[in-house]
């Protein structure tokens, strides 16, 4: 398809267990974004990618999350021993330019941990 | 302290009239504001921007004010049509960060037939 594609659509975990986000940007979009959403909440900033280099991970909650995009343009959000505050829509977007004026969303991942 | 806020959490149009949807902000240095519309189970759908030196930014049904002095920014649809109901975020991106978004919690909008 033309948009982003985020897989799984839903993803239950037990605590303690890890997991992988996959995302598929818009073909030949350089920037790459992973944002978190809870419940009745705006997204907030996860990391940024521009290719296949992470210019930033501030927003990166712990050690236990981890993002990667190896080859400039899928990418996976990986979070190690998951724990209920985890639980959230994990959102990525792309953009053809550098910054993040227009951004194209994927419909998210939905984690719940248990 | 940077900060963007969407104090009404939802809102109910009659179909045909206008919307107002309203977001205020604590940061007198964000460059530009964006807004986006959010259908359930899907992702953010950009909408419309306006940067921070203008007052006015408008595309077809959709107008955005800007207020630098009262820090305060309003989406108008006019007219409403059911296809508008939706959640709406604003966002300006964060002063010291180059790939930063800060978003408002959104505000449901529903359109009443």
């Known amino acids: 398809g033309a948009g982003v594609s985020q897989s799984p659509r839903y993803k239950v975990a037990k605590r303690g267990q890890d997991v992988a986000l996959r995302c598929d940007p818009i073909?030949?979009?350089?920037?790459l974004f992973w944002y978190q959403q809870a419940l009745g909440q705006g997204p907030e900033f996860l990391t940024y990618?521009?290719?296949?280099?992470?210019?930033?991970k501030s927003g990166l909650p712990s050690d236990r999350f981890f993002a990667e995009r190896p080859e400039g343009s899928v990418s996976t959000l990986k979070i190690q021993r998951t724990q209920q505050e985890d639980s959230a829509v994990y959102l990525c977007?792309?953009?053809?330019?550098?910054?993040?004026?227009?951004?194209?969303f994927g419909s998210g991942t939905q984690l719940s941990v248990l | 302290d940077q900060q963007v806020k969407q104090n009404s959490p939802s809102l109910s149009v009659q179909e045909g009239r206008i919307s107002i949807l309203n977001c205020d902000y604590t940061?007198?240095?964000?460059?530009?504001f964006l807004w986006y519309k959010k259908y359930p189970a899907e992702g953010p759908t950009f909408l419309i921007s306006?940067?921070?030196i203008k007052d006015k930014n408008e595309d077809g049904r959709f107008t955005v004010f800007l207020n630098k002095s009262a820090k305060h920014l309003s989406l108008h649809i006019v007219p409403s049509q059911p296809g508008d109901s939706a959640v709406y975020f604003c966002?300006?991106?964060?002063?010291?960060?180059?790939?930063?978004?800060?978003w408002g919690a959104g505000t449901k909008l529903i359109i009443k037939p």
């Open positions: 966002a300006a991106p964060q002063e010291d960060s180059n790939y930063q978004l800060i």
């Open positions: 977007a792309s953009s053809k330019s550098l910054g993040n004026e227009k951004l194209f």
């Open positions: 940061n007198s240095m964000f460059d530009y």
């Open positions: 306006i940067s921070s």
């Open positions: 990618f521009q290719n296949e280099a992470q210019l930033d």
């Open positions: 073909s030949g979009h350089v920037s």
